[in-house]
Protein backbone atom coordinates (compact mmCIF):
# COMPACT_ATOMS: atom_id res chain seq x y z
CA UNK A 1 0.00 0.00 0.00
CA UNK A 2 1.44 3.40 -0.87
CA UNK A 3 2.41 5.62 2.06
CA UNK A 4 -0.24 7.88 0.42
CA UNK A 5 -2.77 5.90 0.86
CA UNK A 6 -2.36 6.27 5.15
CA UNK A 7 -4.21 9.22 6.25
CA UNK A 8 -6.74 8.15 4.13
CA UNK A 9 -7.48 4.43 5.47
CA UNK A 10 -6.90 6.11 9.23
CA UNK A 11 -10.10 8.88 8.33
CA UNK A 12 -11.77 5.36 7.18
CA UNK A 13 -10.87 3.92 10.45
CA UNK A 14 -11.51 6.53 12.54
CA UNK A 15 -14.93 7.42 10.88
CA UNK A 16 -15.90 3.74 11.04
CA UNK A 17 -15.09 3.39 14.78
CA UNK A 18 -17.35 6.53 15.82
CA UNK A 19 -20.21 5.04 13.20
CA UNK A 20 -19.34 1.94 15.65
CA UNK A 21 -19.39 4.01 18.90
CA UNK A 22 -22.53 6.19 17.61
CA UNK A 23 -24.40 2.32 17.03
CA UNK A 24 -23.30 1.29 20.00
CA UNK A 25 -24.98 4.51 22.10
CA UNK A 26 -27.94 4.18 20.20
CA UNK A 27 -28.49 0.49 20.92
CA UNK A 28 -28.78 1.30 24.13
CA UNK A 29 -30.78 4.21 24.97
CA UNK A 30 -33.83 3.43 26.29
CA UNK A 31 -36.91 5.61 25.38
CA UNK A 32 -39.61 5.78 27.69
CA UNK A 33 -43.19 5.23 26.52
CA UNK A 34 -45.17 7.86 25.77
CA UNK A 35 -47.31 9.76 23.14
CA UNK A 36 -47.94 12.91 21.17
CA UNK A 37 -50.54 13.76 19.11
CA UNK A 38 -50.27 16.35 16.51
CA UNK A 39 -53.01 16.89 14.05
CA UNK A 40 -54.58 14.18 15.05
CA UNK A 41 -51.49 11.62 14.00
CA UNK A 42 -50.05 9.87 17.40
CA UNK A 43 -46.78 9.02 17.46
CA UNK A 44 -45.79 6.86 19.83
CA UNK A 45 -41.86 6.83 21.02
CA UNK A 46 -41.46 3.41 20.30
CA UNK A 47 -41.19 3.95 17.04
CA UNK A 48 -38.53 6.16 17.66
CA UNK A 49 -37.21 3.31 19.20
CA UNK A 50 -37.56 0.72 16.56
CA UNK A 51 -35.74 3.48 14.13
CA UNK A 52 -33.10 4.12 16.48
CA UNK A 53 -32.35 -0.15 16.32
CA UNK A 54 -32.37 -0.24 13.06
CA UNK A 55 -29.70 2.72 12.61
CA UNK A 56 -27.84 1.51 15.20
CA UNK A 57 -28.09 -2.45 13.21
CA UNK A 58 -26.79 -0.39 10.43
CA UNK A 59 -24.18 1.15 11.11
CA UNK A 60 -22.88 -1.47 13.28
CA UNK A 61 -22.73 -4.06 10.40
CA UNK A 62 -21.15 -1.08 8.07
CA UNK A 63 -18.51 -0.92 11.16
CA UNK A 64 -18.02 -4.76 10.84
CA UNK A 65 -17.57 -4.92 7.39
CA UNK A 66 -15.01 -2.10 6.90
CA UNK A 67 -11.99 -4.72 7.02
CA UNK A 68 -11.40 -7.94 5.74
CA UNK A 69 -10.45 -11.10 7.79
CA UNK A 70 -7.34 -12.14 8.09
CA UNK A 71 -7.68 -14.58 5.80
CA UNK A 72 -9.01 -12.65 2.95
CA UNK A 73 -5.71 -10.54 3.43
CA UNK A 74 -3.73 -13.37 3.05
CA UNK A 75 -5.77 -14.36 -0.45
CA UNK A 76 -5.26 -10.72 -1.26
CA UNK A 77 -0.78 -11.68 -1.32
CA UNK A 78 -1.34 -15.06 -3.18
CA UNK A 79 -1.90 -17.25 0.26
CA UNK A 80 -4.46 -20.19 0.82
CA UNK A 81 -6.34 -19.30 3.96
CA UNK A 82 -4.96 -22.55 5.23
CA UNK A 83 -1.60 -21.38 6.50
CA UNK A 84 -3.55 -19.88 9.36
CA UNK A 85 -5.38 -21.99 11.67
CA UNK A 86 -9.10 -21.35 12.08
CA UNK A 87 -10.21 -18.72 14.94
CA UNK A 88 -7.97 -15.86 14.06
CA UNK A 89 -8.99 -13.03 16.53
CA UNK A 90 -7.40 -10.17 14.18
CA UNK A 91 -4.36 -9.13 12.81
CA UNK A 92 -2.94 -5.46 12.36
CA UNK A 93 -1.54 -5.05 8.50
CA UNK A 94 1.05 -1.87 8.10
CA UNK A 95 1.87 -0.52 4.86
CA UNK A 96 5.22 -1.57 4.78
CA UNK A 97 3.62 -5.11 4.98
CA UNK A 98 4.80 -6.02 8.17
CA UNK A 99 2.03 -7.84 10.40
CA UNK A 100 0.71 -9.19 13.51
CA UNK A 101 -2.02 -11.83 13.49
CA UNK A 102 -3.71 -13.14 16.93
CA UNK A 103 -5.03 -16.38 17.90
CA UNK A 104 -6.75 -17.06 21.07
CA UNK A 105 -4.64 -19.75 22.29
CA UNK A 106 -2.08 -21.69 21.67
CA UNK A 107 -2.49 -24.16 18.55
CA UNK A 108 -0.85 -27.65 17.23
CA UNK A 109 -1.63 -29.53 14.32
CA UNK A 110 -0.12 -32.14 12.04
CA UNK A 111 0.63 -31.45 8.33
CA UNK A 112 1.58 -34.88 6.92
CA UNK A 113 4.52 -36.19 8.60
CA UNK A 114 4.95 -32.65 10.59
CA UNK A 115 4.00 -31.43 13.38
CA UNK A 116 3.10 -27.36 13.33
CA UNK A 117 2.70 -25.17 16.48
CA UNK A 118 1.52 -21.61 16.64
CA UNK A 119 1.66 -18.82 19.15
CA UNK A 120 -0.97 -16.65 20.24
CA UNK A 121 0.68 -13.79 18.25
CA UNK A 122 1.98 -14.49 14.87
CA UNK A 123 4.14 -11.85 12.88
CA UNK A 124 6.44 -11.45 10.24
CA UNK A 125 5.86 -9.06 6.52
CA UNK A 126 4.14 -10.07 3.46
CA UNK A 127 4.79 -9.67 0.29
CA UNK A 128 2.81 -10.77 -3.03
CA UNK A 129 4.30 -14.69 -2.88
CA UNK A 130 6.32 -14.28 0.11
CA UNK A 131 6.65 -14.20 3.81
CA UNK A 132 9.60 -13.50 5.30
CA UNK A 133 10.52 -12.89 9.35
CA UNK A 134 8.24 -14.79 10.54
CA UNK A 135 7.83 -15.60 14.28
CA UNK A 136 4.98 -17.64 16.24
CA UNK A 137 4.84 -20.78 13.93
CA UNK A 138 6.91 -23.14 14.64
CA UNK A 139 7.76 -27.03 13.12
CA UNK A 140 8.80 -29.99 14.60
CA UNK A 141 12.31 -32.00 13.66
CA UNK A 142 13.40 -34.62 15.21
CA UNK A 143 12.80 -33.67 18.94
CA UNK A 144 13.23 -30.12 18.64
CA UNK A 145 10.77 -27.46 17.83
CA UNK A 146 12.55 -25.24 14.86
CA UNK A 147 10.81 -21.72 13.89
CA UNK A 148 9.52 -21.19 10.45
CA UNK A 149 10.76 -18.09 9.02
CA UNK A 150 9.49 -17.83 5.79
CA UNK A 151 7.03 -19.17 3.32
CA UNK A 152 6.97 -19.06 -0.58
CA UNK A 153 4.43 -19.27 -3.16
CA UNK A 154 6.08 -20.93 -5.82
CA UNK A 155 3.49 -21.65 -8.54
CA UNK A 156 1.35 -24.12 -7.39
CA UNK A 157 3.51 -25.06 -4.27
CA UNK A 158 4.10 -23.74 -0.72
CA UNK A 159 7.49 -23.61 0.41
CA UNK A 160 7.98 -23.83 4.12
CA UNK A 161 11.99 -22.46 5.52
CA UNK A 162 12.43 -23.97 9.24
CA UNK A 163 16.43 -23.37 9.74
CA UNK A 164 18.38 -25.70 7.87
CA UNK A 165 14.83 -27.45 6.21
CA UNK A 166 13.06 -26.68 3.62
CA UNK A 167 9.65 -28.42 2.49
CA UNK A 168 7.08 -27.45 -0.04
CA UNK A 169 3.45 -28.62 -0.25
CA UNK A 170 1.17 -28.23 -2.86
CA UNK A 171 -0.89 -25.37 -2.14
CA UNK A 172 -4.48 -27.63 -2.25
CA UNK A 173 -3.43 -28.55 1.11
CA UNK A 174 -4.12 -25.17 3.04
CA UNK A 175 -7.23 -24.37 0.66
CA UNK A 176 -9.13 -24.50 4.19
CA UNK A 177 -7.88 -23.85 7.78
CA UNK A 178 -6.75 -26.46 9.90
CA UNK A 179 -8.42 -27.17 13.19
CA UNK A 180 -6.29 -26.95 16.30
CA UNK A 181 -5.55 -29.88 18.73
Not at 118 to 127: D, E, K, V, Y
Not at 158 to 176: E, I
Request: aromatic share 8%; with cysteine.
Amino acid sequence: MANHHVPVLVAAILLLSTLASTATALANTTVAPATKTLSNTTFASTTIASANTTVASTATALANSGKPTPYDMLKQYGFPPGVLPTGATGYVLRSDGSFEAYLPAECSFHIDKWSVRFSTRIAGNIQTGSIHDLEGVKLKVVLVWVGIKQVDREGDQLRFHAGAVSQSFSVGNFASSPQCS
